[in-house]
Every structure is written in structure tokens, then in C-alpha cells.
């Protein structure tokens, strides 16, 4: 039986996460696992403790939290440079939002998710690493995400939604909520960018998702035919109408028919340059940077302990010309 490491963050679901340890912990030692365990403190904890868990020989790093801790454990498990991880990876889901459990088919019962975590076997799965701007400084930020980034509205929706607004209105509402109040200050320019070395403009752009999961954030999500392990992410841009059918069409970005009226572009690497006033990187849940931005896929790059693979979702066809090239 392989070592596990597991890093806890006793904030997670605004610190009631905390009251499923003893079953994860009792359900460990009855089935007699090697574990060790450390708990985060602040933002980057969890990347130390998986990073030195995985050089101290740990085979499996697990986060036990939400998409967050996620984040960051696997963020963890790379060096700057890699382009695969340094140990597997498991999850014990303990947040609000399970966008990447969703996707991977891993349960949100705890007994369930040890299970699989003792019996399943790591299949690798693809990744995004995105190069940014720091938010306050002059520098380069190299990190890895899973999930989706969004460009445009998916900043300010996601620093409304963290502020409080999930915690007083639950998860879905309370996101619903910051995107409306979102909407009613956002000016969308027109953004420019690089897809697969071909330049594309999306004229007053609401938002651009770039990423590999369907399940964007808290309900919020794309129908579009995409694997964990196909070697490509999309790019779907929300662009070229008014603000008024933009609040017609809202239903469709939680039942993911959107795709019917902005097809998905499926690719391998895109760049957005700096439009010259600093706009908001935000990706897996929070605003983490500014423009320029670069976002490439790292093919089967995280070993993840997950159950079998199952098909992609429908959708209809990725298209290969963006917007107005």
C-alpha cells in the first residue's frame, strides 16, 4: 500500500468542513492506511506541504478541502518547469463548490471518496498552466489550474461571490448574485488574442472561459464535448451583443446551452497580450493576476486516483475560426 499524505485546510465550507475529520481519520485507521497529515494555515501552505510531502516520498498527495485546496496541492506537486507531477493525487472533498470532483466523477461522501481513494487507480489527466502578472508587483506568476479561467466579468464575479455573498445566500445564488451585480458596472472592450498562433477579436466581450472542465463555478457551466485526458481545452468567448440579451440569455450559462449560440474553440495554447489597463486574471475560483496572460495544456500531467473514464459530454462541434480573424 502506497504512503499518503493528506493536507487539511480547517477553513474549508467557512470552517465546518472541520466536523468530518474524525470519520475520514477513524475510516483511514480501521482499514489500517499509512497516512500522515498536516493542516494550512494561510494562502500557499498547501503548496509547501504537498510540495515537501511528494520530495519527502509520499506516492499520494490528497487535498481535503474545496476547489481551493485543490488548487493549490496541485500546484504543489510541480516545479516551475514540469510538465508532470511529482506524486498522485487524490481528493477529499470538504467545500462548497465541487466543480472538479463534478467532473471527475470523484464522491463527496467521505467514506465513498476513501474507498476510492484506497481501491481506485491514479489515470492521468490533462492540465492548464497559466503565466500572468502578479496582481501588485512586475512579475512573472507560473501556475497550474484545472478547472476553467475566465477573462472579462469572471474577477469581479468571483471576488463578489468569495466576499460573502456564498457564505449569507449559498453557493448558486449567492455567485448569481455577484454576476448581476457585476453586470450592471462591467464595460466590455474588445479583446484581442492568440489562438493556436492565429489572432482573433472579440468585440465587446462579456467574458472569455479557457479551460478543460465543463463545470466552470457554482452551477455555472458549458455544454461541450471535452475529455480529462484529450489533450486540448477550449475557449469559449461571450462576446458581440448587448447587455439586455445578455441578462435573456442567462438561463442557458446554467443549463450550459450557451454553446448553441457561441460555439466552443477547442485548442492547445492561448495568449492574451496586455490591453493596456491591467484587466483581472481569475482561474479555479479566485482573481490570482493581471495581463498578459498565456494558457497551455500540459497532456495527462496529474496522476489523479479517480474512477474510470467516462465519455465526454455532447455538444455541438467546436468551430476553428474565432471570432474575427
Known sequence: MPRYFLVLNPSSR????????PLLFETLDARGVD??????????DAVRLARQAARDGFEVVVAVGGDGTINEVVNGLFDAESRTALAAFGVIYTGTSPDFCGYHG???????AVDLLLN??????????????????????????SCCANFGLGAAVARGANSGLRKRWGDRLGTLLAL????????????????????AVFPGLFNLFVGKSPLVASGIKLSLEIAPDDGKMYALPLFGISRARL???LPSIYTGTITRRFPPIFARR??????????EVEYDGDPRGRLPASIEVLPRALPLIRPAMRPASRCPRGRSNPGRV
Open 180 to 199: 448581476l451585480h457585476a453586470l450592471a458596472s462591467y464595460r466590455p472592450p474588445d479583446l484581442r488574442v492568440q489562438i493556436d498562433g492565429r489572432e
Open 120 to 145: 481506485g487507480a491514479p489515470r492521468p489527466v490533462d492540465l492548464c498552466r497559466i503565466v500572468h502578472r502578479h496582481p501588485a508587483e512586475e512579475t512573472t506568476v507560473h501556475r497550474i489550474f
Open 106 to 112: 470523484i464522491p463527496l461522501d467521505t467514506v465513498a
Open 247 to 249: 441578462f435573456a440569455i
Open 270 to 279: 492561448v495568449e492574451i497580450p496586455d490591453q493596456g489597463d491591467a484587466r
Open 35 to 44: 497516512y500522515d497529515f498536516a493542516l494550512t494555515r494561510g494562502d500557499g
Open 14 to 21: 467557512s470552517f465546518q468542513a472541520r466536523h468530518s475529520w
